[in-house]
């Protein structure tokens, strides 16, 4: 196995922008494209990454098994709601993953496109004061999900192409997103490896 050159996350920018295109050349019929790009980066804690975060975020752990996944925004949303709620969801779902334009490598642990949700076991009943405002049936893909296992730790870029999409300008904005969003986690992590690039590895 050889290392590559590091990848600066410019480059998965650029990345990001040619599956935009594609994207959105898919999307001319006139369904959205997911689109999603993923790498290898420099581990970082996952508690001290969501703690960090601001806005739409979630963290899942499972410490023993020194797997983690913390995602932050959401590229894409699915919500529905009454009796059938879960079905509706899970139907649009297959139907967008069906269609995504994705790029990985085959060692990433979860391969995109990466939905998580939840939904109401009884939509129909009274609901705890804690779930008001959430719909019955509920699934995003994160805009930016961190997955860490014993042996590596991956970032997806998610976003949704249209055929009014400007691929240029959406890249950059979920660059520049990104990096403020490091910026914030860096200083309050242990790990200091430099999150400006990222190393890939040949398959």
Known sequence: MTTAPALPLDALAQRLRLLLAEGREAASWGRPVLVSAAVPVPPLDA?????????????WEHPSEGFSLVGIGAAARITASGAGSLGQVAGRWRDLAARAVTETLASCPIPGPVGLGGFAFAPVSPRDPDWEGFPDALLLVPRFLFV????????????????????????????????????????????????????????
């Open 47 to 59: 508690v001290t990454l969501f703690e960090g975060a601001t806005g739409e975020r979630f963290l």
């Open 148 to 203: 860490s296992d014993a042996d590596s730790s991956w970032l997806t870029v998610s976003a949704l192409a249209t055929p009014e999409c400007e691929p240029e300008e959406a890249a950059a904005a979920a660059s520049a997103d990104l990096r403020r969003a490091l910026a914030e986690v860096e200083p309050r992590s242990r790990q200091r490896e430099p999150w400006g690039e990222v190393t890939l590895e040949d398959e």
